[in-house]
């Protein structure tokens, strides 16, 4: 994938201490770029599509907001706790909007696996490809994410 001016403006933007303390990409030795190319290439051989994968964890932070921040049960297969949190993030690759620091933990019930969603994650996700980089607390991994399907 080539530099352009977005992917250099968000690479600055995912340093530690920019946009959050951690920052988006994690202890991972990849650019941006790479990051993104991997993923997608995970994501095609796991046979799972971008915006299908941001769908359903959308839908299961709706169905958890339910919840009133106490975990919810979701289709008898998930676990779903909305973790408020003040305040609001941009996305790093310059795009309007904010998004709710707000996270959704999601357990599959099944395999007990656990991942971290944000609003952020979810418009990182289906716009952009980006899940974050290795060691980011709010990885979302292609392979744990078909664990959490219970796929």
């Known amino acids: 994938m080539k530099k352009t001016p977005e992917i250099i403006l968000a690479e600055k933007n995912m ?10 990409l994690g202890d991972d030795d990849l650019s941006l ?8 290439c995970e994501m095609r051989a ?4 971008f915006n299908r994968v941001a769908d359903i964890l959308e839908h299961l932070i ?14 008898d297969r998930w676990l779903v706790q909305i973790l408020e949190a003040k305040g609001s993030l941009p996305c790093p690759f310059g795009h309007q909007g ?7 933990e999601i357990t599959c019930l099944k395999s007990r696996e656990t991942l971290l969603v944000t609003e952020l994650s979810l418009h990182l996700l289906r716009e952009h490809h980006f899940m974050q980089g290795k060691g980011s607390p709010f990885r979302l991994e292609p392979g744990k994410l078909g664990v959490i ?3």
């Not at 904010?98 to 959704?104: D, G, N």
């Open 98 to 104: 904010l998004y709710r620091k707000t996270a959704a």
């Open 15 to 24: 340093a530690p201490g920019v946009i959050t303390a951690e920052g988006f």
């Open 62 to 75: 709706r169905e958890g907001e339910k919840g009133l921040g106490e975990p919810i049960t979701i289709d």
């Open 46 to 49: 796991l046979k799972m599509d």
């Open 33 to 40: 770029s790479e990051i993104i190319t991997r993923d997608e």
């Open 149 to 151: 399907f219970c796929e």
